[in-house]
């Protein structure tokens, strides 16, 4: 059975396949590629046209890591997963096919298809957008809470009230967006619970629950982390992904891929393996990877810089709610990978949400301490402190920069 939904002439990746994907790709994606013998033949198949030929090629010019993540992005955009296999093989990757092969059919990760259809239009998605920046940017008098909950309490009156099934259940879905928001304010188990069964259960029974679902999954694995239940969070986490899995809205995804990313992070801020980080980084690299950024250039920044900025934290060991461990170790290659997403960051400076301003300087002065730059690293600090007044959703997250802050100027 072909696991992929095919939309025109692109491929959007069951998250099925994704799992599979997200263990495998890491391994090989600095590997010893055929670029050439891999182009040559997604044309000779009639995969690309001639111009898209030529323009890959032209990118053998790029560093190794960069050509070969635009080639896979390109090649799991395309190809269904038994032609990707076929790809590899026939190029002479029999290692990296047979270990994919090995992933999918061999882990027990593979789960029943479920083709959700989801009824959640892209413009609700552009609501959420419009809304993370606000929240990013922190422009409410009141603060983030008393306006999430302002939100929150209208959506639920109108859905009450609305008698045209498709204007509710987008108010639904926009109910969900807001939720998704609001339950990030909050660390307490409880209060977090309490929130999203609130959701669950004002549920019109006249609409597609699927969306809403989803969301109350990812965020209960996450809450469910934050409360050191990995157990929990995992049972959780997989049934998001069974509730998404065949789902072809990419920006669906994105909320998902992101509670994934942020679960292994929370894991890794409990017990620092090196497994842990592997998640963290490949499951944001993969989310980047997935992400199709024609969908909505607006979004796919958005989503973007929130991946690259979760990433970087991740290898230079700060912790979720900003704490840098500063006696764990960072080696060369993770300093040197984190340098390279924070010029990505850079890229797009002056757009930058005040919370993802704040992090950016924050890992900055990490980067700088690490190269024994103690100058720098206190004047990026003094910045991330300083944007932290409107940049954290938690005191204590202002209180761990601060305390790093003054660290660095001890040190120095």
Request: glycine letters at 4%; proline letters at 1%.
């Amino acid at each position: 059975m072909n696991l992929a939904v095919i939309m025109g002439d692109r491929t959007v990746v069951s998250l099925r396949d994704w799992k599979v994907y997200e263990k495998v790709i890491p391994k090989y994606i600095t590997g010893n590629i055929n670029i050439h013998k891999a182009i040559v033949w997604l044309h000779e198949h009639e995969y690309i046209t001639i111009d898209e030929k030529l323009n890959l090629i032209s990118l053998c010019q790029l560093q190794r890591c960069d050509r070969n993540k635009t080639l896979f992005k390109k090649i799991f955009q395309l190809l269904d997963f038994q032609n990707i296999i076929r790809l590899f093989q026939e190029i002479g990757q029999h290692a990296f096919a047979d270990e994919l092969k090995l992933e999918r059919y061999g882990s027990g990760i593979a789960m029943p298809s479920q083709g959700a259809d989801l009824a959640v239009t892209r413009a609700t998605f552009r609501y959420y957008n419009n809304m993370k920046i606000q929240m990013d940017n922190n422009i409410f008098k009141q603060g983030r809470i008393p306006e999430l909950n302002r939100r929150s309490l209208l959506l639920k009156s109108e859905i009450i009230t609305e008698r045209n099934l498709s204007r509710k259940q987008r108010l639904v879905n926009r109910y969900a967006m807001v939720i998704y928001q609001k339950v990030a304010q909050y660390r307490d188990r409880d209060k977090r619970v309490q929130i999203l069964d609130e959701m669950k259960q004002s549920l019109p029974d006249d609409v597609d629950p699927n969306f809403t679902n989803i969301i109350y999954a990812s965020k209960m694995a996450v809450t469910e982390m934050h409360a050191d239940h990995v157990a929990s969070a995992e049972r959780y986490m997989d049934e998001a992904f069974t509730q998404c899995d065949g789902c072809d809205q990419t920006f669906v995804k994105s909320f998902l891929f992101h509670d994934l990313q942020f679960v292994s992070r929370i894991l890794y801020s409990y017990s620092p393996a090196e497994n842990h980080l592997k998640d963290t980084i490949s499951r944001g690299d993969l989310g980047l990877f997935f992400m199709q950024e024609d969908f909505d250039s607006t979004a796919a920044q958005i989503w973007s810089r929130i991946y690259l900025s979760e990433n970087a934290m991740g290898l230079l060991k700060v912790r979720s709610n900003f704490k840098v461990l500063v006696n764990e170790s960072v080696d060369g290659s993770e300093l040197e990978h984190a340098e390279q997403l924070l010029s990505r960051l850079l890229r797009s400076r002056d757009s930058l949400e005040l919370r993802r301003e704040m992090i950016y300087n924050l890992c900055q002065a990490r980067v700088c301490e690490l190269k024994e730059n103690i100058n720098d690293a206190i004047g990026f600090a003094f910045k991330a402190k300083d944007l932290a007044k409107e940049g954290v959703h938690f005191k204590n997250d202002e209180t761990n920069i601060d305390e790093y802050y003054k660290y660095l100027c001890r040190k120095g």
